[in-house]
């Protein structure tokens, strides 16, 4: 099945009754500021606190049952590990997932709490992906990767299908980009209900790949992340990029001051917890990346996982 | 119109246009943490910030034609200041709001961005009294007290009027008393709508007026607030009370400790920013006031203004 309109209506329809319906929220102040109109789709309030609920459980549920009978697996310390131990659950079968064992006890917590199977390894990525080969070697599970699998990447974008069923007319979507499955499934939802609304990405300078990637016409990989928004520092996928060169209109780039304060306006405007990364997007429209002068905007809160023992305006780090 | 659910139904239509369906939110680990199900009204993303809102607009938008010209007028620092001057804009007529000459930059600057005209006073009960009076003397405008008038609880009533459309069926019902406004409309509703459904007020122990005042049959007047939650440092007002003894089915009181432990758990569960206040009765169930096993409970959480910088498990208050 390719991945197109149709692939992620289907999606919607798989996942709809294991996902919330998230709520979009506006905010009078905020629009006043910037002069355009924004519309903040609250993936934050997600399960598992994240959007990566949808692709996890899209991914799941999309496999035969004699698939599905051996498990999934994944290695990720972060969202999407959990949305897949949560999504494997709800269909009753394992899911393996392999963590660096210098993992935040918070996060294996989290993952032991929707009943996931760890297996520790050595923090490398060579590690991760030889330990999640035996792993996979020994049960049979499937590999559902964070962002290249073509099923995550559709589920992820049930969250603009969403929005554009709330909003409809919209003239630009902005979202962040690390690996890119939440930009691909955003993008062709986007391009495929209009040509004319607009798709950009957005990420931190310090992780600054998909800018210099698309720039490039080819991938050049992301050598050294220094940025604060941790589920950005990464190198864009290559079937995610794909899309990206298809798709999106342009890469936007903010600076490290700018994430934390869009973070602190929207924690004070919204009411709403949006973690580093999720605040990238509206960065974009503060720091005059892009002019949303009366322009309504699409914006997706990526995700409300945040040590509040931790926060960016207390820590002293910028 | 005597105050009743009728009025409340009307209190709803009148306001609808001008205030936010807020979302009802849902937590499987707060429901297996507690043996119940809980649905959070989230006021916290109602505009201002808060439930204030409701009661507010109500009062307002019931005015006549030749009252509202004249403006209407309040003595408050708090959420119900921002949310009159915002209603007054929302009607074209002027706010007088008069404030302690002590209020925070932040709350003085939020009432101003609402459009309010703000009198200083002295930091005294007498002075905001007095002061106030001296201003409708001038002007001619209504008072609209924040928790007295008849208008106003019709208005916070209609909190639970959608939550209910929502969540038919509710077994009970947690809502924080401090003046006892939105106390009294979600009594009144609740009653109305099932007088098998259950109501609880909840105050800080340090603020116990409302508990001490049930069980006397008497107002006893708060003579030292000591609590963390400001908005509920009130004594409960005179028609409060009375709607307290007739729909109320008993006051709960929860410690300091339990109120910032409750916030916190709130803000990593359901990622989003409930004030001090606001936490008070989800603290009846972490602090087991009440049993709420295979029941159905609507908690409404009231608001979301915080200062970021003085949280409360970050400033060792505790």
């Known amino acids: 099945m390719p991945l197109d309109l149709a692939a992620i209506r289907a999606a919607h329809e798989r996942i709809r009754p294991h996902i919330r319906r998230t709520p979009v929220l506006t905010n009078a102040a905020l629009d006043a500021a910037c002069g355009g109109r924004l519309f903040?789709?609250?993936?934050?309030?997600?399960?598992?606190?994240?959007?990566?609920?949808?692709?996890?459980?899209?991914?799941?549920?999309?496999?035969?049952?004699?698939?599905?009978?051996?498990?999934?697996?994944?290695?990720?310390?972060?969202?999407?590990?959990?949305?897949?131990?949560?999504?494997?659950?709800?269909?009753?079968?394992?899911?393996?997932?392999?963590?660096?064992?210098?993992?935040?006890?918070?996060?294996?917590?989290?993952?032991?709490?929707?009943?996931?199977?760890?297996?520790?390894?050595?923090?490398?990525?060579?590690?991760?992906?030889?330990?999640?080969?035996?792993?996979?070697?020994?049960?049979?599970?499937?590999?559902?990767?964070?962002?290249?699998?073509?099923?995550?990447?559709?589920?992820?974008?049930?969250?603009?299908?969403?929005?554009?069923?709330?909003?409809?007319?919209?003239?630009?979507?902005?979202?962040?980009?690390?690996?890119?499955?939440?930009?691909?499934?955003?993008?062709?939802?986007?391009?495929?209900?209009?040509?004319?609304?607009?798709?950009?990405?957005?990420?931190?300078?310090?992780?600054?790949?998909?800018?210099?990637?698309?720039?490039?016409?080819?991938?050049?990989?992301?050598?050294h992340a220094d940025t604060i928004a941790d589920g950005l520092r990464t190198t864009v996928g290559a079937p995610n990029f794909a899309v990206m060169q298809r798709h999106v209109d342009g890469v936007l780039t903010v600076s490290e001051a700018g994430i934390v304060a869009a973070m602190r306006t929207l924690w004070e405007s919204l009411k709403i917890i949006v973690e580093t990364s999720g605040a990238v997007p509206y960065a974009a429209i503060t720091e005059r990346q892009i002019d949303v002068t009366g322009r309504r905007v699409g914006i997706i809160l990526t995700g409300g996982n945040v040590d509040l023992d931790a926060l960016p305006w207390k820590s002293g780090k910028l």
Chains 1, 2 share one sequence.
Do not use: W
């Open 40 to 223: 903040f789709k609250c993936e934050n309030l997600q399960e598992v606190g994240a959007f990566k609920a949808r692709g996890a459980t899209n991914a799941v549920f999309s496999l035969s049952a004699t698939e599905a009978a051996r498990g999934v697996a994944t290695h990720s310390s972060g969202n999407h590990a959990a949305a897949l131990a949560r999504a494997a659950r709800l269909r009753g079968i394992p899911a393996y997932i392999v963590m660096p064992s210098n993992s935040s006890p918070a996060k294996i917590r989290n993952v032991e709490s929707y009943g996931g199977r760890i297996t520790l390894c050595a923090p490398t990525q060579q590690a991760r992906e030889e330990t999640c080969a035996r792993v996979i070697a020994e049960t049979g599970a499937t590999m559902i990767h964070p962002f290249t699998d073509e099923r995550v990447m559709a589920g992820q974008g049930t969250a603009l299908l969403e929005l554009l069923e709330d909003v409809p007319q919209l003239d630009l979507v902005l979202c962040p980009v690390g690996g890119g499955g939440l930009l691909a499934g955003t993008a062709i939802v986007a391009k495929g209900v209009s040509p004319a609304l607009g798709v950009f990405a957005v990420e931190p300078l310090g992780a600054g790949d998909a800018a210099r990637s698309f720039e490039a016409g080819h991938i050049v990989p992301l050598e």
